[in-house]
């Protein structure tokens, strides 16, 4: 919030500003994608999350460095966020707390109360949902929306992304920083660019020179590694790797490369996926060094299920199978699904029936990747309220178990996972194409070489 606590706007900036800043330059490079392609992504996230929330209900807190995570700066766990105003001390998401603690000595260190962040989770969902059913969130703040169809209603794009921004702070008290662009890439960086409270509109056409000064680690696919090998190249910033040739790239990095250079240009050719159309939620990782040992094989499959249900329970939805994938060093990959109980948004019942599935399949072999994908999800919970009893229960049930295992207990198991060079799955979604901040940094991302010689598409793989 620089400074400004919420729900303050921060001058010039807020919702209800005449315009937004237009970034690029008219008549620069040609259009990135087909001409004529409407800018009509926006990409909506809530700034400092945890932390504003609890600033909004506790107003002595506004203007105050909050650090939400853990017990306080002597406990094991990590960061989950701070407010901007710790931010200016170098405090972020996925630190340690007690590094959090030397760095911010007057912060305000505070626990997670997951259940309160998922019901505000939802009615913000719920309010991105007025404005188009295309809405695809793709995390506990964040979403894509295309809003192509409701510019009857609710005006251009810009003014949607208004009217959106000024919902959230109405109706929530939070503020959140919007992207427009004509893809997911460019809302995405544009949403990042003015935090907080910012709004970044892209005109088409413009994408390429928006994106040519940030540094090319904004980029997704642009992990550390990657980043290390194009510094090589002597590529620093995005505007540095659209203008190298493709070939270059490709031979490099394999078909890595060329979508990187797409990226750079700003194309980006995924839509926005309407909830129906999400089939599962999944989380993967490929070793470093194949293994064979059975503690870092269960650990993973573990920080992979506490990832998966993690993001149901973000979602408000719930899974009936689980699904999981085993590729040994051979590059043989296997699938196996089972059925769960009951549908859950549980880390543990998701656990037990990943490990019943691959233990046998992992059996004497060496192990190169592992995924856990859950499936037969039910409808996203649209009105964020929960009527009948069972469901109180459960969310009572759910609220322990995530303020147990995520915020105690597996933020210690997360730090086990990095001690041992492992990635943290609730940070690092191969399946999704966003890289979290903050996070790359401690997963260790493979070599793009060696992602290269990974086939696109797995034999005996069964499409979920
Ligand atoms: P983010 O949107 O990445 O972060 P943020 O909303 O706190 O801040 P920003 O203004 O930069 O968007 O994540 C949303 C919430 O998810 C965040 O408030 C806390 C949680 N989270 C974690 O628990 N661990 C993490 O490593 C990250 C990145 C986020
Ligand atoms: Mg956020």
Same mark, same amino acid.
């Given at each position: 919030?620089?400074?400004?606590?919420?729900?303050?706007?921060?001058?010039?900036? =807020?919702?209800?500003?005449?315009?937004?800043?237009?970034?690029?330059?008219?008549?620069?490079?040609?259009?990135?994608?087909?001409?004529?392609?409407?800018?009509?992504?926006?990409?909506?996230?809530?700034?400092?999350?945890?932390?504003?929330?609890?600033?909004?209900?506790?107003?002595?807190?506004?203007?105050?460095?909050?650090?939400?995570?853990?017990?306080?700066?002597?406990?094991? =766990?990590?960061?989950?966020?701070?407010?901007?105003?710790?931010?200016?001390?170098?405090?972020?998401?996925?630190?340690?707390?007690?590094?959090?603690?030397?760095?911010?000595?007057?912060?305000?260190?505070?626990?997670?109360?997951?259940?309160?962040?998922?019901?505000?989770?939802?009615?913000?969902?719920?309010?991105?949902?007025?404005?188009?059913s295309r809405v695809e969130q793709v995390?506990?703040?964040?979403a894509f929306l295309d809003?192509?169809?409701?510019?009857?209603?609710?005006?251009?794009?810009?003014?949607?992304?208004?009217?959106?921004?000024?919902?959230?702070?109405?109706?929530?008290?939070?503020?959140?920083?919007?992207?427009?662009?004509?893809?997911k890439?460019?809302?995405?960086?544009?949403?990042?660019?003015?935090?907080?409270?910012?709004?970044?509109?892209?005109?088409?056409?413009?994408?390429?020179?928006?994106?040519?000064?940030?540094?090319?680690?904004?980029?997704?696919?642009?992990?550390?590694?990657?980043?290390?090998?194009?510094?090589?190249? =002597?590529?620093?910033?995005?505007?540095?790797?659209?203008?190298?040739?493709?070939?270059?790239?490709?031979?490099?990095?394999?078909?890595?490369?060329?979508?990187?250079?797409?990226?750079?240009?700003?194309?980006?050719?995924d839509p926005v996926h309407e909830p129906d159309a999400m089939k599962s939620?999944?989380?993967?990782?490929?070793?470093?060094?194949?293994?064979?040992?059975?503690?870092?094989?269960?650990?993973?499959?573990?920080?992979?299920?506490?990832?998966?249900?993690?993001?149901?329970?973000?979602?408000?939805?719930?899974?009936?199978?689980?699904?999981?994938?085993?590729?040994?060093?051979?590059?043989?990959?296997?699938?196996?699904?089972?059925?769960?109980?009951?549908?859950?948004?549980?880390?543990?019942?998701?656990?037990?029936?990943?490990?019943?599935?691959?233990?046998?399949?992992?059996? =004497?072999?060496?192990?190169?990747?592992?995924?856990?994908?859950?499936?037969?999800?039910?409808?996203?919970?649209?009105?964020?309220?929960?009527?009948?009893?069972?469901?109180?229960?459960?969310?009572?049930?759910?609220?322990?178990?995530?303020?147990?295992?995520?915020?105690?207990?597996?933020?210690?198991?997360?730090?086990?996972?990095?001690?041992?060079?492992?990635?943290?799955?609730?940070?690092?979604?191969?399946s999704s194409p966003?890289?979290?901040?903050?996070?790359?940094?401690?997963?260790?991302?493979?070599?793009?070489?060696?992602?290269?010689?990974?086939?696109?598409?797995?034999?005996?793989?069964?499409?979920?």
């Amino acid at each position: 919030m620089s400074g400004t606590p919420p729900p303050t706007r921060r001058p010039g900036r =807020g919702p209800g500003d005449a315009r937004a800043p237009r970034i690029g330059t008219p008549g620069g490079p040609g259009a990135s994608r087909a001409p004529g392609t409407p800018a009509t992504i926006l990409h909506v996230d809530l700034d400092a999350f945890f932390a504003a929330v609890e600033q909004r209900d506790r107003p002595e807190l506004r203007g105050k460095p909050v650090i939400v995570g853990g017990g306080g700066p002597d406990d094991r =766990g990590v960061v989950s966020t701070a407010s901007y105003e710790a931010r200016k001390f170098g405090v972020r998401s996925a630190m340690p707390l007690r590094t959090a603690g030397r760095l911010c000595p007057d912060g305000i260190f505070l626990p997670v109360d997951g259940t309160k962040y998922q019901a505000e989770s939802r009615r913000v969902m719920t309010i991105l949902r007025r404005f188009t059913s295309r809405v695809e969130q793709v995390s506990i703040d964040e979403a894509f929306l295309d809003v192509a169809g409701s510019e009857a209603l609710f005006g251009p794009p810009e003014q949607i992304a208004r009217r959106i921004k000024a919902a959230i702070h109405d109706e929530t008290g939070l503020t959140a920083s919007v992207g427009v662009g004509t893809s997911k890439l460019i809302a995405k960086i544009g949403s990042d660019l003015r935090k907080p409270d910012g709004l970044v509109v892209v005109p088409p056409g413009e994408e390429a020179a928006f994106l040519a000064p940030l540094p090319v680690s904004r980029l997704w696919g642009v992990g550390p590694a990657t980043a290390t090998a194009l510094a090589e190249l =002597g590529v620093a910033t995005i505007g540095d790797l659209a203008v190298l040739p493709p070939d270059a790239l490709t031979r490099r990095f394999g078909k890595h490369g060329a979508d990187l250079v797409e990226r750079a240009h700003g194309i980006d050719r995924d839509p926005v996926h309407e909830p129906d159309a999400m089939k599962s939620v999944g989380h993967e990782t490929t070793f470093d060094h194949d293994t064979s040992d059975p503690e870092v094989l269960e650990r993973t499959l573990l920080g992979l299920s506490d990832g998966v249900a993690w993001r149901l329970r973000g979602m408000g939805i719930r899974a009936g199978t689980v699904v999981v994938k085993v590729r040994d060093s051979g590059f043989r990959t296997v699938t196996r699904q089972a059925p769960l109980p009951e549908p859950t948004d549980l880390a543990e019942p998701i656990y037990q029936a990943a490990l019943a599935l691959a233990r046998p399949e992992m059996r =004497g072999k060496r192990i190169r990747l592992l995924g856990v994908t859950a499936t037969h999800l039910d409808a996203p919970d649209q009105l964020g309220l929960f009527s009948a009893d069972e469901d109180r229960r459960h969310r009572a049930m759910e609220a322990a178990d995530a303020l147990k295992r995520k915020f105690g207990d597996r933020t210690i198991v997360r730090a086990r996972l990095l001690d041992k060079g492992l990635p943290a799955p609730f940070e690092r979604d191969p399946s999704s194409p966003l890289a979290r901040r903050g996070v790359d940094e401690a997963s260790d991302e493979p070599e793009p070489v060696t992602r290269e010689r990974e086939p696109d598409a797995d034999a005996g793989t069964e499409d979920v």
